[in-house]
């Protein structure tokens, strides 16, 4: 069974940093592009990032682009998204998804910036 | 506002035909594969279509969509209540080297 699992949401302040980690299972993690997308409360889906298989390939959303970082641990199965210089208007579910195009999904991880 | 545009909403009655529009341009629907995405209330996005117009193993066929030039349509017919979701368009894009999303559509089974 397929199973992709966000972890490292919470509440930081607006200049703060998170770190989010995506556990990836039940398929080869290696073999796929990696995205993460994100949906502020009641708003639409937002393409945040995403990563080429060997690491080697990055694209970033210009509302994120200089602040944000994806990278992945193919050995370890993991994806990440190094987030800095948070903003309120970074406050989102962020979820991890996998495929080009991205048909596996994880349940997401909640971002709060707040003060 | 988003690269892609959809209808805010959509309404049909069960077992009626619903389409749900998406324009974007010859960046992104003009140029690569549109897909479409479903998302229940409170859950994950799943993804619906691919490709234009081809269906994930487990995507029931009353489910169906089309591109033609720098727009894609997504038809359901034979309405259920369950179908009752936000629906998105996706593309790649290669101006801003993007995947971008349509807005997305609220679908209401009155």
Known sequence: EVQLVESGGGLVQPGGSLRLSCAASGFTFSKNWMTWVRQAPGKGLEWVANIRQDGNAKHYADSVKGRFTIS???????????????????TAVY?????????????????TVSS | QSVLT??????????????????????????YN??????LPGTAPKLLIYSNYQRPSGVPDRFSASKSGTSASLAISGLRSEDEADYYCSAWDDSLSNWV???GTKLTVL
């Open chain 2, 6 to 31: 959809q209808p805010p909403s959509a309404s049909g009655t069960p077992g009626q035909r619903v389409t749900i529009s998406c324009s974007g341009s010859s960046s992104n629907i003009g140029s």
């Open chain 2, 101 to 103: 999303f349509g807005g």
């Open chain 1, 95 to 111: 979820y991890c998804a996998g495929g080009d195009p991205s048909d596996m999904w994880g349940q997401g991880t909640m971002v």
């Open chain 1, 72 to 90: 992945r641990d193919n050995a370890k199965n993991s994806l990440y998204l190094q987030m800095n210089s948070l903003r309120v208007e970074d």
């Open chain 2, 34 to 39: 549109a897909n479409w995405y479903q998302q």
